[in-house]
């Protein structure tokens, strides 16, 4: 009677695939699973960016990002000398934060006022800021920019796609197990490199879509060095994306990540106003029940109206009212002066017609 390795042998020599190996559906499944076991993260990603067709077009950010379930928080801070006085602030967006389905974008920056939204439930937005699951990085092929908008399995086992098949590759002497497969009709041609000595954890994704008018297409790829994260999970150190036009490289991305703590408590706090260090006197715009008043300000730990901000700065003897301009009566318009003026011109006349008639022929 065969036995189970028999017939698992003989279904992957029907399915076109080398015996010995698992479906490409198993493999993905194991990456998938590793990376769904995380609960909670906290990390540290520094980017550096960099346009190759423009020289001196480069970028530095660094984002704190905090994960719980469906709550995330992402502290940003951009290093550009060309956006002036926001150089080196902090912007904090947080989802669900302070409560459910609400969302906090606040910048610490002069005269900008911070934003509490009411958004509803399950709706999917584009983020001010780079706000991303960070589970994403290394499971997708694309810039940090455009992260917030994938999904765990946007490349990895995705159901709509063809010619899936498995093969088996060295990748700078890795032994590697990779999925290809095709998506819009052969247009687009997915490749991912996962590596089994490290839960197979992607090492290299690379989406090439060849349109009419290209030569070699236009390609991007991750390139992903993965580190233990403690109870045999992996997670990415670096993650290095590139794009290309017909072969040309022109644009470079680089993710250094650290301070990598999963599946570790994070305080309730952390996704609070009171939790995130908030300067004091900052603006808030809320849309929100029951705060039906859109405008409040961060004082002493709490929001509170401006009328009672007001109050408070009043009776620590902070606030300086102006001081009341006096009143002055009005002027009235003074008549005798045109009364006198007429006069004299009368006078003036008369003396000038007799000087005139006395002038001797």
């Known amino acids: 009677m065969p036995t189970g390795p028999f017939i698992l042998s003989l279904s992957l020599f029907c399915l076109g695939q080398p015996a010995g190996l698992p479906e490409a559906a198993t493999v993905e499944a194991a990456a998938l699973k590793s990376r769904m076991t995380i609960r909670t993260a906290q990390l540290t990603v520094r980017r550096y960016s960099e346009n190759l067709e423009k020289p001196g ?31 080196g602030r902090r912007y904090i967006e947080c989802f669900h934060c302070e409560r459910r ?64 098949r498995l093969t088996q590759e060295k990748l700078n002497g890795i032994d590697c197990q990779v999925v290809r ?15 089994p000595a490290r839960g197979y954890h992607p ?3 690379s989406h090439t879509e060849h349109a009419k008018t290209d030569k070699d297409g236009f390609r991007r790829i991750v390139l992903v060095d993965p580190q233990p994260a403690g109870r ?29 703590r999963i599946n570790e408590p994070i305080p309730p706090e952390t996704f609070m106003l009171k939790g995130m260090g908030i300067a004091d006197g900052v603006h808030f715009d809320i849309t929100s029940e029951p705060m039906t008043r859109r405008s409040w300000v961060w004082r002493g730990g709490s929001l509170v109206t401006y009328d009672e901000d007001n109050k408070r700065l009043a009776a620590q003897g902070l606030l300086v009212e102006p001081e009341p301009t006096p009143l002055v009566a009005p002027s ?11 006069a004299l011109m009368g006078i003036a006349v008369v003396f000038l017609w007799r000087g005139v008639r006395k002038r001797p022929a």
């Open 57 to 87: 077009a480069t970028g530095k950010a660094e984002a704190k990002i905090w994960m719980d379930g469906d709550r995330l928080r992402t502290d940003h801070t951009i290093h550009q000398p060309n956006i002036g006085d926001q150089t």
């Open 101 to 164: 389905d609400h969302h906090l974008m606040c910048p610490e920056v002069d005269n900008v006022a911070a934003r509490l939204v009411h958004r509803a439930p399950g709706s999917r937005f584009q983020p001010v800021h780079p706000t991303i699951d960070p589970r994403l990085l290394g499971y997708c092929v694309d810039d940090y920019g455009l992260l917030w908008h994938d999904r765990i399995d946007s490349y990895i086992g995705r159901s709509d796609r063809d010619d899936l």
């Open 181 to 195: 497969y095709s998506l819009l009709k052969g247009v687009a041609q997915i490749a991912i490199w996962f590596d």
């Open 203 to 205: 090492i290299k994704i």
């Open 232 to 260: 045999g999970m992996w997670f990415p150190r670096s993650v290095v994306f590139t794009k290309q036009l017909d072969g040309k490289l022109y644009y470079r991305e680089t993710l250094d990540i650290s301070e990598i």
């Open 332 to 342: 009235r318009p003074r008549y005798w002066l045109y009364v006198v003026a007429s």
